[in-house]
């Protein structure tokens, strides 16, 4: 079957057009243009704000003028990675669909329903002339994968409504009413470089799962970046010396695939403790990690190293810079509270760039992540930057309109919605603390894999969402 045939016809149509706009975070032109002449086609109040978020009125269906008007929010940006063997260029192609049973995948890279599913359902109510709805606007946030800017730079004022749905969760189950602020951790650092004289090896991981560094990091899935650090320690007795490291990609997705080029002392010893750390590190990730490959094999190289004393300094940084749970939440079961994503890890020429999202639903627990990162890197020479910081969302269980989605849900789907708060960071928090009094909550179809080349979204977890979200806009309470 091919996508253009799936229910509800109208999403799959908007999302295919949608797809069809190449939108990397912090390169969001094209996609910006194609909202808004959506919103001006369609004879609709649009407007974009200066850091260009992009915003459509709707006025409300006959009969349902008296009713609470709402904001409908994702986000037009979408994570860009792929796997290494294909040939893809985020910045000028189109993602290409297909189907495969109940889902909707991409060959080879991520799919964007991440939050392009969200986008897509809020252009067909847009567009729509047979679904009730009270006065809604449409917010259309950019960059919200690589720093919130969109959200951090949405002014007060701008918006009317008294309820906020935000469509970027990614369990069809779940309705999430509170979620984790975050930092970007930056280390950076440039050495010296010496000419190679020893015996050069290429080391690479590559096969695992990666996915999203808020929602997954509790699954226990290999970082690429670390079980590297791992084969380069074993490389200190052999004077080792970096020539290159190529690891990881964006700050929230879980680093998939990682390289150096290093050179060694002791090629004989080298080889027998490496070779005895990959049996040991298959044996733990052989239920979880099924597909990692990793590869130590003999190279060469006309670049130069570090030193081995600076290659210490970058080995002992790795090894040391805590990655995954740092604590689970004490008050809600499950949790997770603070964490951190050592995401990206980049030697070259002797410049050192180490990228990592910290994570927590608590300020205080998020600047002690913070504080221990920045202890790992300055102790060994690397100097460490904090930036991007943005709040989190704090839960309001009490508010009415998870009430009147709990109950929908209930009567629709003859089972408990699961009302959570997540790992992932969530818009919500952000836009708050412009419009605190406005009642938030966030839910979606189930999209499995995000971050990573696996992503899918579940055709008929969709067809279940947008029921729901049809009589959610139908109950909306009146206006008080």
């Not at 929230?252 to 002392?265: C, D, F, G, L, Y």
């Not at 300055?378 to 839960?395: M, Q, R, V």
Request: with cysteine.
């Amino acid at each position: 079957m091919e996508y253009s045939q799936l229910e509800p016809k109208n999403i799959w149509k908007n999302f295919a057009l949608l797809n069809a706009v190449p939108r990397p975070s912090k390169k969001e032109e094209r996609v910006i243009a194609f909202i808004k002449k959506f919103g001006e086609d369609l004879g609709l109040e649009t407007l974009v704000d200066e850091v260009g978020n992009v915003i459509i009125r709707k006025p409300a269906t006959a009969g349902m003028e008296n009713r609470q008007p709402i904001v409908m929010q994702s986000h037009l940006d979408m994570v860009c990675q792929k796997n290494s063997d294909v040939d893809f260029d985020f910045d000028t192609q189109g993602i290409q669909m297909y189907v495969d049973g109940d889902w909707v995948k991409a060959k080879g890279t991520t799919l964007g329903a991440d939050n392009g599913l969200g986008v897509a359902t809020i252009m067909t109510i847009l567009e729509s002339n047979d679904i009730p709805h009270p006065a809604l606007e449409a917010l259309f946030t950019i960059d919200e994968e690589t720093g919130m800017t969109g959200a951090l730079g949405l002014k007060g004022g701008l918006l009317h409504g008294d309820i906020l749905l935000n469509l970027d969760t990614e369990e069809d189950d779940e309705i999430d009413i509170g979620c984790a602020g975050g930092v970007d951790v930056t280390a950076t650092a440039t050495f010296g470089t010496v000419d190679v004289k020893a015996d050069v090896y290429t080391i690479q991981i590559k096969g695992l799962q990666g996915g999203h560094s808020g929602m997954d990091i509790h699954k226990g899935f290999g970082n690429a970046n670390k079980i590297l650090g791992r084969f380069l320690f074993e490389g200190l007795n052999n004077d080792i010396q970096i020539i290159n490291i190529d690891g990881g990609g964006l700050r929230n997705a879980i680093p998939r695939e990682a390289k150096a080029i290093v050179s060694v002392t002791n090629a004989a010893d080298f080889e027998k403790v490496t070779s005895d750390l990959k049996a040991s590190i298959l044996e733990e990730f052989a239920t979880i990690e099924k597909d990692i490959d990793i590869t130590i094999e003999k190279s060469s190289t006309s670049e130069k190293a570090l030193s081995f004393e600076d290659s210490k300094k970058v080995i002992y940084s790795i090894n040391a810079a805590h990655n995954g749970v740092f604590r689970m939440s004490p008050d809600v079961e499950g949790l997770v509270e603070a964490s951190n994503n050592v995401a990206r890890v980049e030697v070259k020429d002797g410049a050192v760039k180490i990228l990592n999202l910290t994570r927590s639903s608590v300020d205080s627990t998020k600047t002690e992540v913070a504080q221990q990162l920045i202890s790992s890197f300055e102790s060994n020479g690397i100097k460490t930057e904090l930036t991007g910081s943005y709040p989190g969302w704090k839960p309001n269980p009490g508010a009415e309109i998870i009430q009147i989605m709990t109950d929908l849900y209930e009567k629709d789907f003859g089972a408990k919605p699961m009302v959570v708060a997540c790992h992932a960071g969530l818009e919500c928090g952000i836009i708050g603390t412009n419009y605190p009094k406005m009642e938030m909550v966030s839910f979606g179809p189930t999209i499995k894999g995000a971050h990573s080349p696996d992503e899918r979204a579940s055709i008929s977890s969709v067809q279940k969402f947008w029921k729901y979200l049809q009589e959610i806009l139908q109950n909306i309470p009146k206006k008080k």
